[in-house]
Nanobody, 115 residues
């Protein structure tokens, strides 16, 4: 059974930082591209950052958000800094293998940026 379990969300003031973590089980983690998506109320889900099995990073928010992975612990981390109210969303962990068109999602963790 595949599980992606996110943690680290919460309420933070503008300008603050949060660290999201996703622990994966039930997959061969090292061969999956891992990513973080987010979905704000009334908006479509969007890619925040993705890191491939060879550590190639794609990010729409470079400079503020940093993605990293630890294949020894089957975890992927999203370090977020200088948070803005528009970063408020549910953040989802994603695991994907494009070669076999297989992907999995976590349940999501709420991030709220507000004073």
């Amino acid at each position: 059974q595949v599980q992606l379990v996110e943690s680290g969300g919460g309420l933070v003031q503008p300008g603050g930082s949060l660290r999201l973590s996703c622990a994966a089980s039930g997959i061969d983690f090292s061969i999956y591209a891992m990513g973080w998506y987010r979905q704000a109320p009334g908006k479509t889900r969007e890619l925040v950052a993705q890191i491939s099995s060879t550590n190639w990073v794609e990010s729409s928010l470079k400079g503020r958000f940093t993605i990293s992975r630890d294949d020894t612990k089957n975890t992927v981390v999203l370090q977020m800094r200088a948070l803005k109210p528009e970063d408020t969303a549910v953040y989802y962990c994603n695991a994907v293998r494009w070669d076999i068109n297989m992907q999995y999602w976590g349940q999501g963790t709420q991030v709220t940026v507000s004073s």
